[in-house]
């Protein structure tokens, strides 16, 4: 079974993307053929530097590397050097309606919050999503619940595409999202009813993996919490609903036993489990990041890797496509490009 996720390129991932999808990336490697890829090409539908971008992007694989994924058991590469994403994008554009792109929530946000221009790449960066996993035939991608909408404009398109141009097979397959049980979204611990994220969050309530342990235990101390004392899950205690779900998400256990466990303490003492778990979580991967990081000629030959295998799974569906649509020649492009 092909596994496959994307990932935006920044040195700043969060506790939320690391709970949420990285956990869920490296825990995949046991059940299948997991495919990551770091999506520079979504990177550019906002403004952005070119340089940073490079770097940003060998930041995003050594934070994947640190965190367990093996480039043995995995294909860990970067979009951009595999063109059949963005040929697959134009192709299942003809197949995607515009208005459904113009009423994404992200598309709304992003262009709403956006001072400058705001580009066709943003209105089709659904698009390129839905070619990232199509071109691999996934069957299964793991994301937090920020991408449900994504990910049913992708499965519309691969069964638009099969109905249009399948002649009854499953020429593309229609992938399932995979959603954590636990920690699919993780709050901002400052405002407990936003996400965690890097543009629209608070600098205090948002826990950077590469953050210093010290800063780690600083702000998950001084997290907001709500009136009461006890420490459970409710609808009118976001803040602690919040740490509660980290908890049991950083020990793999139900947040219903995080529950039992400080069910006779405060909130201080509850929150200072929390920062010591937390440290101890992602100091260990702070450090090998450092390890890796250090080394970007080892880190570009693991990219290059991943990206001659991504490609060769990529060419094998697009031939395919190609075919359906009554594209190019037609016995042409058999060898890889
Ligand atoms: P990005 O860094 O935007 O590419 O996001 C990487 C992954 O992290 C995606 O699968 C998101 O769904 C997930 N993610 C982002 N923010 C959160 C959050 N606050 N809680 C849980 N998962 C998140
Ligand atoms: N849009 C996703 C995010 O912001 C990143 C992404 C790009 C992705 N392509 C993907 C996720 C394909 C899953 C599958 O997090």
Known sequence: ?????????????????????????VASQERGEGIFCIVDLHAITVPFDPAELRERGYDTAAILLAAGLDPERCTLFRQSDVPEHTELTWLLSSVTELGRLQ????????????????SAALL???????ADVLAYRASEVPVGEDQREHLELMRDAARRF?????????????????IPQVGARIMDLQDPTRKMSTTGGSPQGTVFV?????????????AVTDSGSEVCRAPE???????????????????????????????????????????????????????????????????????????????????????????GAPRRDRALR
């Open 1 to 25: 079974m092909r596994i496959f996720s994307g990932i935006q390129p920044t040195g700043q991932k969060h506790l939320g993307n690391y709970i949420g999808a990285i956990v869920q990336y």
């Open 103 to 118: 009423r994404m929530h992200q598309f709304r946000d992003k262009s709403f919050g956006q001072r400058e221009l705001v």
């Open 124 to 130: 089709l960066y659904p698009v390129l999503q839905a």
């Open 162 to 178: 099969n109905a249009r141009f399948g002649d009854g097979d499953e020429v593309l397959v229609v992938p399932e999202h995979r």
């Open 210 to 222: 590469l953050d210093e342990p010290a800063a780690i235990g600083k702000k998950l101390r001084g």
């Open 237 to 327: 205690k976001p803040g602690v609903s919040n740490l509660i779900e980290i908890l049991a998400a950083v020990r793999g256990v139900e947040p219903a036993a995080v529950e039992a466990e400080f069910a006779s303490a405060g909130y201080g003492e509850f929150k200072a489990a929390v920062a010591g778990a937390v440290v101890d979580y992602l100091a260990p991967v702070r450090e090998r990041y450092l390890q890796l990081r250090a080394d970007e000629t080892a880190l570009e030959a693991i990219l290059e890797d991943g990206a001659r295998r991504a490609h060769e799974m990529a060419h094998a569906t697009m031939l395919d496509v190609r075919k359906r649509m009554g594209l």
